[in-house]
């Protein structure tokens, strides 16, 4: 791994945790956490199959680390 991904990525969660926490807090209810501006996003059609379709891969991408992610690995023996 490497240190500078590893603290981007701890910062994105950190960051993330403070906006969702203030969200939460916030006594004005309505279109400030992310499930809430999903929810906007994903109310368009075709937004809902970019969605859907996003998911999808990010389920086999982590089902499966990764194997499916570049087409030229898919029958290749990752023991060899």
């Known amino acids: 791994m490497k240190p500078r991904y590893v603290a981007a990525w701890v ?3 950190v ?3 403070a906006i969702e926490t ?3 807090l916030d006594r004005d209810p309505g279109g400030d956490t992310l499930s809430e501006l ?3 996003i994903v109310a368009i ?3 809902w199959w970019v969605a859907a379709g996003f998911l ?3 389920s086999i991408h982590f089902l499966f680390r990764g194997r499916f992610d570049d087409p030229r690995d898919w029958f290749r023996d ?3």
């Open 56 to 58: 999808f891969w990010l």
């Open 78 to 80: 990752r023991d060899n």
């Open 38 to 40: 999903i929810w906007e």
């Open 22 to 24: 203030l969200a939460l």
């Open 15 to 17: 960051a993330f945790l």
């Open 11 to 13: 910062t994105l969660a």
């Open 45 to 47: 059609p075709v937004l």
